[in-house]
């Protein structure tokens, strides 16, 4: 099982930047897959980005250029830097993790971009 916990929301100015830190229960090295989803007010569950232990990574379109996800195996954590946010970026960011092909989530973590 896997345990995650969340950090690093809060309110932002539009074009502010935000660094989202997730915190794994165990060793992230042998967690196959683990990343950052995004529930907007009255919208489906959305990926934003994940990152596999071989290194790949995956973003949504909308974020590209702007978000970074890394993994720190040695901690534990996993980031989601996000730069040059948008009011459309507002929603509580969860994360996520993939381990022996089970999902897991955190409870999440409220993003607001808002002047």
């Known amino acids: 099982q896997v345990q995650l916990q969340e950090s690093g929301g809060g309110l932002v100015q539009p074009g502010g930047s935000l660094r989202l830190s997730c915190s794994a229960s165990r060793s992230i090295f042998s967690i196959y897959a683990m990343g950052w989803f995004r529930q907007a007010p009255g919208k489906q569950r959305e990926l934003v980005a994940i990152a596999t232990s071989g290194g790949a990574t995956t973003y949504r379109d909308s974020v590209k250029g702007r978000f970074t996800i890394s993994r720190d195996n040695a901690n534990n954590t996993v980031y989601l830097q996000m730069n040059s946010l948008k009011p459309e970026d507002t929603a509580v960011y969860y994360c996520?993790?993939?381990?022996?092909?089970?999902?897991?989530w955190g409870q999440g973590t409220q993003v607001t971009v808002s002047s």
């Open positions: 996520y993790a993939n381990y022996v092909l089970t999902a897991y």
